[in-house]
């Protein structure tokens, strides 16, 4: 039986049971009109869809990680503390976040499983009051794929790519940048699959055998990718709950790739 790594995944009743911890903070990844009408008593905002970026060149990757040091400086966030994002359910915004904080050196970052549905706390309107802080980026370049390291690892067997956009996308029927298509030998199945009916996060168990019936082998590296690396946020995240040590996020994703013209694309077709 897999037990899987749920270090990124707290449930209601892990809430429930520190809520009132004075290292614990909690952010809501919802819009912010969403925010205003009601959030989790003590919850700060932080909607990461505006904060799009997708450059993967060396500059590029310098130019991300101090937008993430102001974002967080921003939150006050320190590093000390226990992050908890969250949405309406277990979805690609809190995702992000939690990939986004990983990615730059926070060692305790969780995301709500279940989100906001799963709680059946009572909603509030007031915004806490805190201090911004000066958060310092200790970059973790081992969960993260830059579009240079995935041409250098194309083809190798032991480094899998992971395509989690929906199947219209993946076929080039739904262009989303200057070419359609997919980057070549990518395993592809949509993000979705790895939610349950109930907005949670499919179990260890249940991941781990999906992920090896599609052919991701646990012991490979597995990039995954999207449009804009939020959804891919959430594949790393429930790959890591299955089992899969090795993973990255390649943040650039398809709006970087799908965007350029030196760098090779597949063309898959649906079997008919």
């Excluded at 830059?146 to 929906?166: A, C, H, M, N, W």
């Amino acid at each position: 039986m897999t037990r899987g790594n749920s270090k990124l995944l707290v449930d209601a009743r892990w809430l429930k049971q520190h809520r009132r911890d004075k290292n614990l903070l909690l952010v809501d990844t919802r819009p912010a009109t969403d925010y205003w009408v009601g959030h989790l008593k003590g919850a700060r905002h932080f909607d990461p869809f505006p904060f799009h970026y997708y450059d993967t060149s060396p500059r590029g990757v310098a130019e991300f990680i101090a937008q993430l040091e102001w974002i967080f400086s921003a939150l006050g966030i320190t590093g000390r503390e226990t992050v908890v994002f969250y949405e309406e359910q277990s979805g690609m915004r809190a995702a992000r976040c939690v990939w986004l904080l990983e990615y730059v050196g926070h060692t305790k970052v969780r995301m709500l499983d279940g989100g906001l549905k799963a709680t059946g706390e009572k909603l509030v309107t007031a915004a806490p009051r805190f201090e911004p802080m000066a958060f310092k980026a200790k970059p973790r370049e081992e969960i993260s794929a830059t579009y240079p390291y995935i041409i250098e690892k194309l083809g190798r067997p032991e480094v899998q790519i992971f395509d989690v956009r929906s199947d219209e996308e993946y076929f080039g029927e739904r262009v989303r940048a200057k070419h359609g298509g997919a980057i070549g030998g990518a395993v592809h199945e949509d993000w979705t699959q790895a939610l349950g009916a109930d907005g949670m996060v499919k179990s260890a168990r249940e991941l781990r055998e999906r992920f090896e019936r599609l052919g991701l082998k646990p012991e490979n590296e597995i990039i995954a990718y999207c449009q804009g690396g939020y959804r891919a946020a959430h594949a790393y995240i429930a790959l890591r709950h299955a089992g899969y040590d090795n993973v990255r996020n390649y943040f650039g994703s398809w709006a970087e790739w799908g965007n350029r013209d030196d760098l090779p694309i597949d063309h898959p077709r649906r079997k008919h």
